[in-house]
Nanobody, 124 residues
Framework: QVQLVESGGGLVQAGGSLRLSCAASGRTYSSYAMGWFRQAPGKEREFVAAINWSGDRTYYSDSVKGRFTISRDFAKNRVYLQMNSLKPEDMAVYYC?????????????????WGQGTQVTVSS
């Protein structure tokens, strides 16, 4: 079992930055791949970024590539999403997710564990 708690969301102006944090608990956290997803009102949950279990491979959606960076800190059991150059279309609830059985980390149904989400609001 892995428990996930996101933090770091908030209100930011367009062009600004935020860093989301996901605190993971559970003995086998280090063996899980981690992902960030987001869901805007009236839209489906979509992939944002993912990092493999060892932390040496990362994946990004085209919409955030070059602006967002995912990283993980094994000592602190945390995964981060650094978001720069934020746009109004980035506004959504952001979710952290974990999986230890996967073939395609961009797919929502690959992930067994989810956090409760944190709201990101971007003002234009």
């Amino acid at each position: 079992q892995v428990q996930l708690v996101e933090s770091g969301g908030g209100l930011v102006q367009a062009g600004g930055s935020l860093r989301l944090s996901c605190a993971a608990s559970g003995r086998t956290y280090s063996s899980y791949a981690m992902g960030w997803f987001r869901q805007a009102p009236g839209k489906e949950r979509e992939f944002v970024a993912a990092i493999n279990w060892s932390g040496d491979r990362t994946y990004y959606s085209d919409s955030v590539k070059g602006r967002f960076t995912i990283s993980r800190d094994f000592a602190k059991n945390r995964v981060y999403l650094q978001m720069n150059s934020l746009k109004p279309e980035d506004m959504a609830v952001y979710y952290c997710a974990a999986t230890n059985h996967y073939s395609d980390l961009i797919r929502t149904n690959e992930y067994a564990y989810w956090g409760q989400g944190t709201q990101v609001t971007v003002s234009s």
